[in-house]
Every structure is written in structure tokens, then in C-alpha cells.
């Protein structure tokens, strides 16, 4: 007979699972809100910086939502590490010859897939966030008093290399979504064989609709559907 | 036919283990994949080399004992079949077969393609029961099923504890077996004194165990003699969100 003591919630395999689920939804949910903050470049330069400027200015709001997050994406960053370490551990002597059937490439790269994201997003707060890639950032001249994101925005597209590490990142996220989002209905157990190989094709729309949503962006400045204010380099 | 077999041999738990090659030539189409091996191991005795060891009882598909990786496939290239009921027609001539052991570090290679699967015992040991009273036999039908349930929780007890879901399992997760083994209990009157209990003293023994953790990959179903759905998988974190809100 065995009697151990239950192990507690975040240490349980089902647990860590849930948690991994939970921190994830709350990125989805960021994702969404940046998502739709940011497609306001669409809609013009006084827009967007006002947009911006009004995040900026609920200072306490802002610091708020920032922690949350980042502990939210610590969490899940931490998570992610411990099953990966745990789940390399579980099988020491590997097959000669190894058979995959039914999981995906996305299912089976959700670490590496996670590890690159990681990296993207501090590039992209040094980049936009802290313009300590690119100091020059700073020198833009100000619109109506406010920092202009509209230029520096479309002033980072302009940038092939940029550009280029942004349509990558934004790829990887989305095939980390397309197994993300199937998988939290799993894990919380709301799903039935009717409804799971459904749920993929969903899971996978989703992920497309935030990569489309995202590379429009970059693309559109980078076929000029979108312009500097001045219509040239500044 | 003739075949050729890349076969894992290992002395011991302590041994290395490497791969060895057979030739096994002339065998009928009609065999079962172990009395192949069965002409094999008579060949080999034969020749003064050591059988190659492998677990097998019933050979009816229903005992869960057969456990041999076939070409990265456990239980062999047929789907909802055991390595017993698998039958060499569906090999052809001059193809090569890699047999392997279970892949997990909960299953210990004891010998050649033998693994240790006691800590399946220990799972079944920590919940996988339902406690009674001794006394005399119940009446059937005494404690009315609603019928859906009962063919619910029948599908999950088909499981027969084989082990080919760790072996498929990408991070060597037991969890479908332990889904089938808290589900057949969860959808019965008869397992819900211990509901709350059993859910989390057979995940926490799992933990220990050593087996990975289920990410989904679904690779466990796709090689499951018994086709166990991973839709239990959802019902056992359901009832380990069930029990984590409960009160004990």
C-alpha cells in the first residue's frame, strides 16, 4: 500500500497543466487587447498616439496591468520550463525508431516555440517599448505635444530586417497558439470526441486570425499602404 | 517469409543493452508477431544463444501482459490490437522489424524487452478500488445505472493496464491510464464514497512515479489496444478540478 500525501495543486501533473492553461488564456487575453490597440495605426497618426498617450498617462493603472502580466507570463514561463525538464527526464533511453501518429509538430515544439516567443517579446520592449534598440526613436518630433508611436511605428517597419524578425516571431506565436488554444479546453475538460477534432480547426482560425492581425502591420507599411506623415524618411 | 529483426537485448536492469540482429527466415504468414518470436527463440536455443526474453500470458489480447515496440509503434502497426493478436500477414517479405521495450524511466527494463510495470500496481493501490463491506453477494440490479453511464464506465475499465500509452506517449505520461482507472469508478454509484480521495492519491502516486506530464500530443489513444478515448483525460481533470474545490 502507498500513502503519500496528496501532492498540492501547482506541483500535481493536473495541476501545472491548469496553470499553464490559465497564465495562457490571461497572454491570449493581452494579446487581444494589444491586438486591437495596436490596429488602430490604421486609422491615422492622431489616433494611435492618443491612444497612446492615454495608456501612458493612467500611470498606476498601467503599472498595474503590467505586473499582473508579467507575473501571469512568469508563471507560465516557469511552468513551461518544469514540464519540459520533467517530461525529458520521464523517458532517459530513447526509440531507434520513433513513431509520431497523432501529435502535431506545434504539440511537439510548444517548448522551443515558447522559448523564441520569450526572446521575441524582450527584443520587442527593447525595441518599441524602451527604443534601446534604436535610440533614434527618441529624437522623432513630437505630435501636438505627444510622443509619436505613429512614425516610430512605421519608421521600424520601414526596416526589412525588422520587419522580417516580426513576420518570424509572429509565425511562432501563432503555431504556439494552434495548439494552445485546443489544448485548454482539454485540459479543463470541456471537451467531448464529437467536439476535439473541431476544436483543432478552431484553435487553428484563432491562431491564423491574431497572425493576420499582427503581420498586417509590417506588411502594410512595408507596401506603403501606410506612410510617415511627412510621405518620406525623416 | 524472411525477415530481418533489429531486437533490443539486455542482460539486466544494470546492463547497457544494445541492439542485435536475427534473421528470421521461413515464417508463415499465419503466425501471431510472438510465435514468430516464439520460431525465433527456438532457433536461437538451437544455436547456443540465449532466447530473447519477452512478457506474454493469455495471448488473447485481453491481459495486457504483451508489450513489445514494433517499428516505433507500440503493440505493432495495427490499430485496437495487441502484439498477440497481431498477425504476421501483415508484414511482408524481406522487411526489417525493430522490436523494442517500453520507453519510460517508471518502466524499467528488467530483461531484453521486459519492463517492470509494477508502478501500475502502485496507481491501482493508491485509489484504484472501491472499499465494501464483506457480507453477502448484492443483488443485480440493485442500485439502479442509468445506462449511459454504465456503457461509459465500461469503455474506460477496457483498459487492461498494457502500458502502450506511456510507450507512445511523447513525454512517457501514464495519464490515460489513470484516466481510464479514476473514470470507471466516477461515472458509477458505487465509486463516489472515494470519489474526491482516489483522484488525488492515484495522480499523486503517478507523479512520484516518475511518469511524464500530458500535454495533449493524443499519441496515447492512437496506439491504445483497447481505443481508449482521450475524453477520459478530460473527465480526470475534471474530477481533479472536482476535488480540488471540494471540501475532504
Redo the contacts between chains.
Keep these: 500500500m502507498t500513502n503519500n500525501q496528496p501532492l498540492g495543486f501547482s506541483k500535481a501533473s493536473v495541476g501545472k497543466k491548469v496553470l499553464m492553461a490559465i497564465t495562457g488564456i490571461s497572454v491570449i487575453g493581452f494579446l487581444t487587447a494589444h491586438l486591437i490597440g495596436n490596429l488602430q495605426l490604421f486609422v491615422g497618426q492622431d489616433q494611435l498616439n492618443s491612444y497612446a498617450e492615454t495608456l501612458q498617462n493612467m500611470v498606476a493603472a498601467k503599472w498595474m496591468f503590467r505586473s499582473v502580466i508579467l507575473i501571469l507570463f512568469a508563471i507560465h514561463i516557469w511552468k513551461g520550463i518544469v514540464l519540459w525538464l520533467e517530461n525529458r527526464k520521464a523517458r532517459p533511453v530513447s526509440y531507434m525508431k520513433d513513431v509520431t501518429l497523432e501529435a502535431s509538430v506545434a504539440s511537439r515544439t510548444m517548448f522551443w516555440t515558447g522559448a523564441l516567443i520569450l526572446s521575441f517579446v524582450v527584443y520587442h520592449l527593447l525595441h518599441f517599448t524602451m527604443i534601446t534598440t534604436n535610440p533614434e526613436y527618441a529624437n522623432l518630433p513630437l505630435d501636438n505635444g505627444r510622443f509619436d508611436v505613429y512614425s516610430m511605428v512605421i519608421l521600424g517597419f520601414q526596416n526589412y530586417t525588422i520587419s522580417a524578425v516580426y513576420f518570424i516571431a509572429l509565425s511562432l506565436m501563432a503555431f504556439h497558439l494552434s495548439h494552445a488554444i485546443s489544448s485548454v479546453f482539454q485540459t479543463f475538460g470541456l471537451t467531448k470526441p464529437t467536439i476535439l477534432p473541431k476544436l483543432k480547426i478552431v484553435s487553428n482560425l484563432i491562431a491564423l486570425i491574431f497572425f493576420i492581425g499582427y503581420v498586417s502591420m509590417p506588411i502594410a507599411v512595408l507596401l506603403n499602404i501606410i506612410s510617415l506623415p511627412t510621405g518620406g524618411n525623416l | 517469409m524472411n525477415l530481418t529483426l533489429?531486437v533490443?537485448r539486455q542482460k539486466n536492469a544494470d546492463d547497457k543493452?544494445r541492439?542485435e540482429t536475427y534473421q528470421a527466415n521461413d515464417i508463415s504468414s499465419h503466425m501471431s508477431f510472438l510465435e514468430m518470436l516464439d520460431v525465433v527463440n527456438e532457433r536461437l536455443l538451437t544455436d547456443g544463444i540465449e532466447p530473447i526474453a519477452f512478457d506474454h500470458d493469455c495471448r488473447e489480447g485481453i491481459c495486457g501482459m504483451c508489450s513489445l515496440?514494433i517499428?516505433?509503434?507500440p503493440h505493432g502497426p495495427e490499430k485496437g490490437t495487441t502484439v498477440c493478436q497481431l498477425h504476421m500477414r501483415h508484414f511482408k517479405d524481406g522487411d526489417k522489424i525493430?522490436i523494442?521495450p517500453w520507453?519510460?524511466?517508471?518502466f524499467p527494463v528488467i530483461k531484453d524487452l521486459i519492463v517492470d510495470r509494477s508502478a501500475f500496481d502502485?496507481i491501482m493501490?493508491?485509489g484504484g478500488f472501491v472499499s465494501v463491506n464483506t457480507g453477502g453477494t448484492p443483488d443485480a440490479n440493485a442500485i439502479p445505472i442509468p445506462k449511459e453511464n454504465a456503457d461509459t464506465a465500461m469503455d474506460a475499465a477496457q483498459c487492461i493496464g498494457c502500458g502502450a500509452c506511456v510507450a507512445?506517449c511523447?513525454?512517457?505520461?501514464a495519464?490515460l491510464f489513470l484516466a481510464a482507472k479514476v473514470s470507471q469508478y466516477a461515472y458509477l454509484p458505487q465509486g463516489q464514497a472515494e470519489r474526491t480521495?482516489r483522484v488525488?492519491?492515484m495522480?499523486?502516486?503517478?507523479?512520484?512515479e516518475?511518469?511524464?506530464?500530458?500535454?495533449?500530443?493524443?499519441?496515447c489513444?492512437?496506439?491504445c489496444p483497447k481505443e481508449i478515448?482521450?475524453?477520459f483525460?478530460?473527465?480526470?481533470?475534471?474530477e481533479?478540478?472536482r476535488a480540488?474545490v471540494k471540501k475532504p
Design positions: 533489429y533490443w543493452g541492439m515496440v517499428n516505433g509503434n525493430y523494442e520507453r519510460a524511466k517508471a502502485r493501490q493508491a507512445a511523447k513525454n512517457a505520461s495519464m480521495e488525488k492519491n495522480l499523486t502516486q503517478m507523479d512520484l516518475g511518469f511524464g506530464n500530458c500535454t495533449n500530443f493524443y499519441e489513444e492512437a496506439v478515448s482521450v475524453k483525460i478530460a473527465k480526470l481533470n475534471r481533479f478540478l480540488t
